[in-house]
């Protein structure tokens, strides 16, 4: 916290941040702590995209404003991390995470002005450094309660050379309806734009693949959404074995997915499951995963 002593502002360093939700990173639990909120319902924008000002407003080619339940937490990274180690660190924390899939992420320039991000989307003027030296990323999964959750990371580096991190914890508010905050939008935002998405909260284990009822919901809202819509479900399996055991894994995975949309009365012609074993990506983390892809 900050603390004011004749004039001076001191950064006392952070014994333990308390993340109710969503995913953590060791870069956390080894910074100062300049700002923290309790969850309180708010809007918020979630940005998918670079920023630029238009006529004198800082605009986001995509974003999706929804009330939800908001949580925030701003460190004061040490001065012994540097910002590229930082951002290592950080990414590498997200590959790690199972649960929670990456929706948008863009780093230096690619990402518009830092003033924007913080005086604008963020609201933390800490976090105004240089354009050259800032990581954004939108992840998004279902927490330990299996409500829907956005987590959205800034790291940026100031001209003074101090290295900050924001993390904001976006979830699904009481008052939202439905426990569901930015579904379908945030996820037709996606597809509109990148033609695919990984699919949240799945478990693989056993050869099998185990899918929340939450995590239906949000497919079958999508689809409910978007009457004309047709979806692709493409398993990916990178565990041991032969190609064709792969391959059989894979489809498992993404059958399992279409028969529970199914068995909410979603229309057959408009579900397909493809099992593509570890062929596109490859070389990926996890051991498995489902994606969902348009025509």
């Not at 605009?59 to 908001?70: F, G, I, M, T, Y």
């Amino acid at each position: 916290m900050r603390v004011f002593i004749a004039g001076l502002i001191l950064l006392l360093p952070i014994l333990a941040v308390a993340i109710p939700y969503g995913p953590d990173s060791e870069l956390m639990r080894s910074g100062r702590l300049v700002f923290q909120s309790h969850p309180a319902i708010s809007e918020y924008r979630v940005v998918l995209s670079s920023i630029k000002k238009v006529n004198n407003q800082w605009r986001a080619k995509q974003e999706v404003k929804s009330r939800a339940l908001v949580s925030r937490v701003t460190l004061e990274l040490d001065e012994l991390v540097s910002y590229t180690d930082a951002r290592k660190k950080l990414r590498s924390d997200m590959d790690n995470t199972d649960d929670f899939a990456i929706l948008f992420q863009c780093s230096g320039l690619d990402c518009g002005s830092s003033n924007g991000w913080a005086n604008e989307f963020l609201g933390v003027k800490q976090l105004y450094g240089l354009d050259t030296h800032q990581f954004y990323v939108v992840q998004a999964g279902l927490d330990g309660e299996r409500k829907e959750t956005y987590v959205i990371w800034y790291l940026v580096q100031r001209g003074n050379g101090r290295i900050y991190l924001q993390q904001d914890v976006v979830r699904a508010g009481p008052d939202s309806g439905a426990g569901v905050a930015f579904a379908p939008d945030l996820w037709w935002e996606l597809l509109s734009t990148k033609g695919f998405f990984v699919l949240p909260g799945m478990e693989f284990t056993n050869d099998a693949a185990k899918v929340p009822q939450e995590t239906i919901a949000l497919l079958e809202n999508l689809l409910n959404a978007h009457a004309r819509v047709t979806l692709r479900i493409v398993g990916h399996d990178y565990g041991a074995g032969t190609f064709a055991e792969r391959e059989r894994r894979s489809l498992n995975y993404a059958q399992t997915v279409r028969d529970l949309l199914l068995d909410k009365g979603i229309d057959k012609k408009r579900i397909s499951a493809h099992g593509l074993a570890h062929l596109a990506p490859s070389g990926r983390r996890e051991t498995a995963r489902v994606e969902i892809v348009t025509d």
